[in-house]
């Protein structure tokens, strides 16, 4: 413990907060532990929460401390986040942690070809709206511990971000963390590693070996904690330089799944606004596409900030899907559903889709080396277009399952 | 006080305020019979033949009216949270050393909550309407001297008629009124729509009283209220706040989860073969029952299908279908916007309707169980689609009744609810006041999934190929629990105190609200 420091907190307070909370311990000398707990569930909940702060106390094994707490509705994961938060404060070199059980939805795996038409950006320090952000049937949540985290937060967001990847049902979105720069975002690793991360979002990469340190710091932790579940890596390019080593970057790792760009940082890196038609950024753009594609990895759209204008998030989508992007970032559930409706195929894609796949599969049975459509040979990598596009028509509820058997 | 359980099983007293009451024997099992409560005979020979019945003040018009200790005196809420004049006659009786005044609006509002001086003093005895906000925790906390009794729209109409609330002076806020006290609520700076809620009171009350900031010479016209049935006339400088009375425009939310409960609402409307030519359905201004409607309107216009009518709740998104022709009528019971205002002015398809014709027991039928499919709202509902909608979880009575209980009829009843409110879970093993029998209630929308009643097996069909989720409500609340931590614990609540009762359409008491312990 810090000999000077006798008092710690974590959390927000205010009129304003909703379903969060803050905790504040003060070491005594003697007294043991004394709670004191204001919560707008009080009536609903009061016991519940401060069953939780005595186990917390005895699991850290604090004898003697005021515990206060301001609840707006928190959820047990986030109360034990805060509380962890601060009582790390005060004692830092403590190992232990305290884990809220994982969810039983959470256990699944995901791929390193996993859809990836939308992702919905989470910030890693405001847990309400984390129960329901799967339900918005998002391809991939993220919670941020970059950008949407001030700097005093950064260490209470860890915990929450951990809490969340354990207790919080994704309803089987891939589950993703953004990490901050380096050198910190090192750091974070051992937060979100052993918690089932499917996809680590590694910000403002300039060079293959901001990848590779990533990749070993994982494997590290993997190790110790005997982790065995696959972790992708998605770096986001967003600097001038980060695009002329957007391949070296793309072939860093095995484990690289996916190019993102992040064109507010681009633009400003550039020197230039901007803009809505992104004249500014449609060499980097491409340039990224051009390196994902190179290195067999999908190429993943910036997000789109006008969350009120679903027209132009429309257009957007649609004009990056015409430049080789497949994902999208999302910053409001309600732009999900048209991100997936945008980057949907259209009904001529289909049905020329299912010619390919149906000629395809009459070779295959024939045990025909050659596919052909009428006069036309069709070479392999259109055949996977083709497939990549039936099974995004299944997926947007435009194709029957098995509609080659209608 | 003696109580007894109901049909319900819930525990209601027999008598509360000196007045027998009869608790709830079950949906349509009781019916009074007898006549129904008739005005007085009044004479225009007593009235001024030239039709002016202008008095100088509202003190004035009390005075003329008899007010006394002991009377109940009757608002409504059509000036939503901008209404000054209901503080007003409060302040005049408390200054005349009245007491024990029984106060009957049609609901209350937070702007209320400057009158719980005068229940406190005795000036009022009790509130029989709604007991908003403040309102609400001063009366679960114990501190009104009589019990409250919540009425729904048309039991309030229904009340009248019985005999069971004699109103003695009923205080009319009209936007608009002629000297002889015809009035309405679509013009004036103070315009708020339709002031149907006053029509039981103007025509059963023994003393009328229209106050208005705008007095036009006669005629005025529309009359929503008939001059023929009002005492007195006032001119006041201002009725309330016009930014608090209507809002200028109404605003959808932009919460995701809302929207996500409203898009399924819509999508539900549409699999249960509800949204087809000539259909019927009830909106509302708040939150999920407005944010439907864009969703609804979207599927309206690819399927080319017009609505015969809508009971509203108007608001401009009601009034944009109007003016675009897919829907016929709109059936307003009260206008929450300038838009609608507007509308109900100028647009004759757009009507102002009263408790009488929507909801009234006594009537012979009503429009609410003509309507298709009414979308409300719930603090609480339980397995068994049981609803409350007046209090919350930790015992508190918050809300009125509004039109809710008697929109229960319709021929498809959805709650639209979270499944959550911060911490609080919404599907509970037992509502904390029933307000609503299950057998009554549909559909229940959440963010989570859709949870239909089994007994409506025909609904159940009608989705089942459908892509909609939908779960078992025990299973939605089973996954809620898990989400926040366990059930949530129960209020501690002084059971040997009733603070107020809730009637169900009938008169019937359904359930009880209990003093809450501090």
Redesign the interface.
Known sequence: MNREQIIASSGKRGEKVRSDCYVEIEMTKSGGIKTSVQSKVEVMYGQSINDLLIEMCDFFELKNAIITVEDYGALPFTLSARFEAAYKKLFPDDQKEFFPSFHKNNFYNSSKEQMRRSRLYLPGDEPKFYPNAGLHKPDGIILDLEDSVAPSEKDSARYLVRNALRAVDFYGAERMVRINQLPMGLDDLRFVVPHNVHVLLVPKCESSDTVKQVEEEINIIKAVKNISNEIYLMPIIESALGVVKAFEIASASEKVCALAVGLEDYTADIGVERTNEGRESFYARSAIVNAAKAAGVQAIDTVFSDVNDMDALRASVVEAKSLGFEGKGCIHPRQIKVVHEAFAPTEKEIEKAKKIVTAFNDAQKQGLGVVSLGSKMIDAPVVKRAQHTISLAILNGLLERDWEGR | MKLTQNAAKRLVPTEINGEKQIPFMGVGKYKPDGKISAPKIKSCADYPEDGNKIVKSLKEALKKSGLKDGMTISTHHHLRNGDLIANQIFDIAHSMGIKNLRWFPSASFPCHSRLIKYLEDGTINRIEGSMNGPLGKFTTEGKMKGVGILRSHGGRYQAIQDGEVHVDIAVIAAPTSDPFGNSNGVQGKSACGGIGFALADSEYADKVIVVTDNLVPFPCVPWQIQGNNVDYVVEVDSLGDPAKIVSGTTEITKS??R??IAEHIAEFMDAAGIVKDGFSFQAGAGGTSLAFIPFLKEIMKARGIKARFVRGGSTKYLVEMLEEGLIDYILDGQTFDLDGVRSMRDNGNHVMTSPFTSYNYHGKGNFASIIDAAILGATEVDVNFNANVVSH???YLLHGIGGWQNCLFSKCTILAIPSF????PVIVDEVTTLCGPGELIDVIVT??GIAINPKRKDLLSAVKNS?LPIRSIKEIQK?VNE????A?????IDKNKVVAIVKWVDGTVIDSVFKINL
Do not use: A, F, V
Request: hydrophobic content about 15%; charged content about 40%; overall charge neutral.
């Open positions: 995701p989860d929207l996500l979880s930790d015992g409110r911060d911490r609080i963010e989570r892509k996954e989400i926040c931590g366990g949530p614990q129960k209020p501690s």
